[in-house]
């Protein structure tokens, strides 16, 4: 990624994210009504959370949940669809493209892209791991907000894993995207504290919502040429996946709930 020496009067951002009526969403109610004049909003591509059967998802969240908390929030998600609650029509409601395609790293949506011109592609819980060819379009990169530190807490809910290790804070990180899984370079971050006895639900909300000023500085750095991207310490990479029965049991044993 490389700064620029001349301030333009505006930066063109095309974001990427997922459909979740729960938790990205909230970032985005805090992030479409704030953004200032200095960004151009060209586009939003708003990926399918889980490339894999319906079915699956399910029987993963139930593990992952147990029961009564699965029924919870499958509640919640039935509600948030009746009332319509979508990132594409609020991006719809603050004027913002909606840009469809089956997966970002196909050629039709390359092409899109490369018309669009973005200076950067904004990553909020993209589901999808972007090729060089993405990588190369912006001018200014691509970047993208994780929910933890890095590079200790890569890969799947870090959330999830920073309250079972007993962090004191979960930290929220903006970083450059590179073909290899969060291991860009720094560009911000932000701590968030957590409880003894925290909720899941709690932590990945406020992280969500506290995230999009976190992106507006990141951004506006990147726009006046004032980042100063920090390479990681490699000491501490780790990496996380979705967590399993037992991590779940640990996580309830250290006296944290789900919802």
Known sequence: MTTEVSCPDRIRVLIITEDDPLYVIRFFEQFFPAVPGTIE?????????????????????????????????????????????????????????????????????????????????????????????????????????????????????????QLLHGESHAVVTVHEMVEQLDMGRILGTLEFPLRDRDRLDRVITETKRAGAQLMFDVIEQLRTGTASPRDLDLSEAGYHSFPQPDDVRAFRHRGHRML
């Open 41 to 161: 909003l060209v586009g939003i591509t708003v990926s399918a959370a889980f490339h894999e059967p319906m079915t699956a998802t399910a029987r993963r969240m139930l593990r992952f949940y147990g029961p009564v908390d699965f029924v919870r929030l499958c509640t919640r998600f039935a509600m948030a669809k009746a009332a319509r609650r979508s990132i594409p029509r609020l991006a719809g409601l603050h004027g913002v493209p909606v840009i469809e395609t089956p997966s970002v790293n196909d050629e039709p949506y390359l092409e899109q892209v490369r018309r669009l011109a973005p200076d950067v592609i904004m990553s909020v819980a993209a589901p999808e791991i972007f090729r060089a060819p993405l990588l190369s379009i912006p001018r200014l990169g691509c970047i993208n907000i994780h929910s933890g530190r890095l590079p200790a807490y890569r890969g799947m809910m870090p959330t999830f894993w």
